[in-house]
């Protein structure tokens, strides 16, 4: 059974920090990954999807990575801005088709 | 098309009630999935549709849920006798069928309240 797991749990970062939030999960066989962004009482965002067969995708200040090897993604936020708070989501797609997803780094950026 | 659409945002409702949501995925997605979230939590899934036929169930979709999708086009969750540990966010998604692009848009969900 696939299990994600995203840490730290919250995070606080003065804005126009760089900062990365960390994903892992426990069973390759992906077929993709894909980052999501909520805010408080709203539904999902997607960010970026990343191909099993792909090392990375950019979008913007966003950069995520996978490493299905070591069984991690890294979402990299480059000068992050009060608007970035929100919680982040990753969740795998394997097999089945279903998303497995993490519980999420609630981020706070402080003006 | 804007998205992945859910009505209502919010329901509450007394315990025993009867209460149905309905999805409206993207126009051209073939597939469409229920997720329920609860506070703190990831998303977990429920159920999934390619077109109109219902592919897979998760073990939390208890009998008192059912869900439909019978033209291929919207979706219905009803959750019969509601009781107080179905409040949650009732999330939609859609995408087309595929492996590694296969990409999920999520609707702004349905909040659930049984009180």
């Known amino acids: 059974k696939q299990e994600v797991t995203q840490i730290p749990a919250a995070l606080s970062v003065p804005e126009g920090e760089n900062l990365v939030l960390n994903c892992s999960f426990t069973d390759s066989a992906i077929y993709n990954l894909q980052w999501f962004r909520q805010d408080p009482g709203k539904g999902l965002t997607s960010l970026l999807l990343?191909?099993?067969?792909?090392r990375e995708q950019t979008s913007g200040r966003l950069n995520a990575s996978l490493d299905k090897s070591s069984g991690r993604s890294t979402l990299y936020i480059a000068a992050s801005q009060p608007g970035d708070s929100a919680t982040y989501l990753c969740?795998?797609?394997?097999?089945?088709?279903?998303?497995?997803f993490g519980k999420g780094t609630k981020l706070s950026v402080i003006p | 098309d804007t998205g992945v659409s859910q009505d209502p945002r919010h329901k509450i409702t007394k315990r025993g009630q009867n209460v149905t949501f309905r999805c409206d995925p993207i126009s051209e997605h073939n597939r469409l999935y229920w997720y329920r979230q609860t506070l703190g939590q990831g998303p977990e899934f429920l159920t999934y549709?390619?077109?109109?036929?219902?592919?897979?169930k998760s073990r939390l979709l208890s009998d008192r849920f059912s869900a439909e999708r019978p033209k291929g086009s919207f979706s219905t969750l009803e959750i019969q006798r509601t009781e107080q540990g179905d409040s949650a966010m009732y999330l939609c998604?859609?995408?087309?069928?595929?492996?590694?692009?296969?990409?999920?848009?999520f609707g702004q969900g349905t909040r659930l309240t049984v009180v």
């Open positions: 990343i191909q099993s067969s792909q």
């Open positions: 969740a795998a797609r394997a097999g089945s088709y279903q998303l497995t």
């Open positions: 549709f390619q077109n109109e036929a219902q592919l897979e």
């Open positions: 998604a859609s995408s087309l069928v595929g492996r590694e692009n296969t990409e999920a848009f």
